[in-house]
Each structure stands twice: as structure tokens, then as C-alpha cells.
């Protein structure tokens, strides 16, 4: 069988097409590379330059290459930009969204996993965050999220798809420098943005109800991110068509903005002290997933570390990026 990989040249979209392909599986990209990189993609990939919302290249691309099954990454995912450009946001992420389900429906095929976000919870009050903790998304990018789920979902029931919903949390590091996120809207490369101009890193808000009063998050190595999409994709292969699963991403394990902070010192050798200021609007004081039932159904759970994300993303941001001499 085939997968199409939509959004596969791009940060996450690299890593699960070299994940599958490193696992036997046949891969095809699509990808606009309105922000995707072709050197990422794993010699012999074939590479199909188009967008979602173009049906006529969605249908070549789904007979061309005899597709099976749909990962769909392409999307966009900054949430300050979703509240500045609503419409774009739901233009690229439902029309979008929209145009590759007929296609596949029309197509007939018979899978379909899709790209979610923790961003549908909205601010939860909760230890952990469960799959069935309700989904409030406080912003146009968690909106579309939730949406696209609901979407999701009821082509596969109408249509008898087997579906699937991965909800990623803070995803950091990188497979290899070559893969590595190189823009700046992650907290990760935030902080390593501000030491490349010779700054302090900046926290945002350290007086929640939390240990040290930073904000605490899960996060989740982008190449476990991946292994969990290929596990996903392989569940979903032989289930009957209407089947669904929606799950969390994360590695189950909270960690303080401020912790993640002394990390990125230790790695890089910055070790200014950051600069604590106002908190950002809709930041919550937690959150983390429960990841029991990915675990229980997908067999799978993160294996990699903080300082493992810290470390395999500095040294790809060196890569990319001259770094102010410490001192």
C-alpha cells in the first residue's frame, strides 16, 4: 500500500515520512513548500508540489500513485496569526480539509489519519489531560483543530473510512540538523533566537498556581511524534471502515517553562538568566497528557527526553543559524 503524506516536506510532515519509509512503508508527499524544505524528504520520495485546496492535483496525485491511505500534516498552526487571519486559517485548514476528503471518498480510500492538536482542550483545569477532558479551543487555530476532527469523523462514518486523531502537544528536537525546526514560534527555538542575538530568553508569566509559577507543558520529541503516526497508521490498516480513533501525543510528563529553561542553558552554555515577563493571553498554568489510552491502543509511548529534544534541536539550529559567541 501507499501513503500520502500531506505537508511531508515540512518539520513534522519530514519526520513521519522518514519514519515510515525507514519502516517499509511506500510514501508519497504533498506539499505546497510554502514553509516545506524537499532536502528533507528520503531519497526516492516522490514529491508532489500543490496544495489541498487544489482537487485537480489531489485526484493525480491519489491515482498516480495508488494511494491507500492519507496522513494529512498540511496546515496551518500558529495560533497569534489564527486570531489575526481567521478566514486564512479556516480557508487552508477546513476548505482545505475539505477538498482532500472528497477527493478520497471519490477515490475510494479507505484510511484517512489526521494532524490535531492539544489546542482543541483550550485552557482545561486538569491534572491530566484525558481524550474525553472536553475540548474548548480558546483561539481560530484550535477551532479548525476541533473541527477538522468532527470532520473527520463523520466522512469516515458516512463513507466507511477508518479514521484517525492524533492530538500533539509541545512537539521539540529533530531527527538529524537537516531536519530541524528553523522558525521561531516554538518555545524551544524561541530561546534559542534570543541566545543567537546574544539575549536573555524571555518567560512569559511566573506567577501561576504551579511549583515554581512558569507554566508547565508536555512535551513530546518530534521523532517519537513520528513513530506514534506510524503505529497509528498501521492501526488503522485492516480496521473496518467506519472505526475511529482519537488519541493524545505526549510523553504523559509536565515540565516548567523555567525547568525547560535551565535545560536550554546547560545544553547551549547561555546561561543568562531569562527574563520573566507579563503573561501571554489564553496561556494555561498546565498542561499534560494522559497518554494511557495511546499506550493501551497503539502499543506505543515516547522515548526520548528533555534534554534529548534540547540537545538534537540545538544542534540543528546551529546549523541554520550563526550563534553570538558567549561571554
Known sequence: MTWLITGGAGYIGAHVARAMTAAGERVVVLDDLSSGVPERLPEGVPLVRGSVLDRATVDRTLSEHAVSGVVHLAAKKQVGESVERPL???R????GLTVLLEAVVAAG???FLFSSSAAVYGMPDAELITEE???V???PYGETKLAGEWLVRATGAAHSLATGCLRYFNVAGAAEPLLADTGVFNIIPMFFDRITRGE???IFGADYPTPDGTGIRDYIHVADLADAHLAAARWLTGRPGGTDLT???GRGEGVSVRELADVVAEVTGHGAPPLVEARRPGDAARAVASVALTTRELGWRAERGVREMVESAWEGWQSHHPVAPVG
Open 88 to 90: 486564512m486559517y479556516y
Open 92 to 95: 487552508e485548514n477546513l476548505s
Open 109 to 111: 480510500v479507505p484510511r
Open 133 to 135: 477532558t472536553p475540548a
Open 137 to 139: 479551543p480558546i483561539n
Open 200 to 202: 536573555a530568553p524571555r
Open 247 to 249: 488519541v493524545n501525543i
